[in-house]
């Protein structure tokens, strides 16, 4: 097994990034850097390769820390060094469409934002997002994670969010990780009881997307709502 410390100088992970700048790392590099150590019979960049062996790096940054610990090497110290990686990365990527200026017009322009984020998610998320007068996005919050029912997502919980933040109106959106934008049932009772306990707190629910891999389906264009 070749050890990091075998390596030339200026090809080890931290020492190449110094002298090089990030951009010259392969990913493997990166997330061995973030790993700093390896495990028995496998060296730092070994485990590295090992998980983009197993998964792509885009399955990889939606894993969770019970998820990473499930692989050799990596234990829950290392597994919580990489989801805060991928979390801040997810954050510096997406923040100047959070709380962009522009307003949001359509369900394309919601679509834009949200499937970058949600598209290759393993479970269904559900998510509030939040609205000034201007209708720009104030924030957004995750309230769910799982197969929707009524007894995971709550008017209370989702108004909670909105009030909090003194939004004037929100948006719906959730993910099928089925790969089928098709509203279910369970989604159209949901999204149906929600918009009533808008109408009693006067914050609209302006829309509700589904969100299945690149594709979306809004329910105010399928007069769903």
């Given at each position: 097994?070749?050890?990091?410390?075998?390596?030339?100088?200026?090809?080890?992970?931290?020492?190449?990034?110094?002298?090089?700048?990030?951009?010259?790392?392969?990913?493997?590099?990166?997330?061995?850097?973030?790993?700093?150590?390896?495990?028995?019979?496998?060296?730092?960049?070994?485990?590295?390769?090992?998980?983009?062996?197993?998964?792509?790096?885009?399955?990889?940054?939606?894993?969770?820390?019970?998820?990473?610990?499930?692989?050799?090497?990596?234990?829950?110290?290392?597994?919580?060094?990489?989801?805060?990686?991928?979390?801040?990365?997810?954050?510096?990527k997406f923040q100047d469409k959070?709380?962009?200026?522009?307003?949001?017009?359509?369900?394309?322009?919601?679509?834009?934002?949200?499937?970058?984020?949600?598209?290759?998610?393993?479970?269904?998320?559900?998510?509030?997002?939040?609205?000034?007068?201007?209708?720009?996005?104030?924030?957004?919050?995750?309230?769910?994670?799982?197969?929707?029912?009524?007894?995971?997502?709550?008017?209370?919980?989702?108004?909670?969010?909105?009030?909090?933040?003194?939004?004037?109106?929100?948006?719906?959106?959730?993910?099928?990780?089925?790969?089928?934008?098709?509203?279910?049932?369970?989604?159209?009772?949901?999204?149906?009881?929600?918009?009533?306990?808008?109408?009693?707190?006067?914050?609209?629910v302006l829309d509700h997307i589904?969100?299945a891999g690149d594709n979306f389906?809004?329910?105010?264009?399928?007069?769903?709502?």
């Open positions: 097994m070749l050890k990091v410390k075998d390596l030339p100088f200026d090809d080890r992970p931290r020492e190449k990034l110094i002298l090089r700048g990030a951009q010259s790392l392969s990913a493997a590099e990166l997330i061995a850097i973030l790993l700093r150590t390896g495990t028995k019979g496998q060296s730092v960049i070994e485990v590295a390769q090992t998980l983009l062996q197993n998964d792509k790096l885009e399955i990889l940054a939606s894993k969770s820390v019970e998820a990473f610990t499930k692989s050799n090497g990596i234990g829950k110290d290392k597994a919580a060094t990489l989801v805060a990686a991928f979390e801040l990365a997810r954050r510096i959070w709380f962009s200026a522009n307003k949001i017009t359509s369900p394309e322009d919601l679509a834009e934002i949200f499937i970058p984020i949600l598209r290759d998610e393993i479970k269904e998320k559900f998510i509030v997002v939040c609205l000034n007068t201007s209708n720009q996005i104030i924030k957004f919050e995750e309230i769910s994670i799982g197969n929707l029912n009524s007894s995971i997502v709550h008017p209370r919980e989702v108004f909670k969010v909105a009030i909090d933040n003194n939004s004037a109106n929100i948006f719906l959106v959730h993910n099928h990780p089925s790969g089928n934008t098709e509203p279910s049932r369970e989604d159209i009772s949901i999204t149906k009881r929600l918009v009533e306990a808008g109408k009693i707190l006067d914050i609209k589904i969100i389906t809004s329910f105010v264009e399928r007069r769903n709502i």
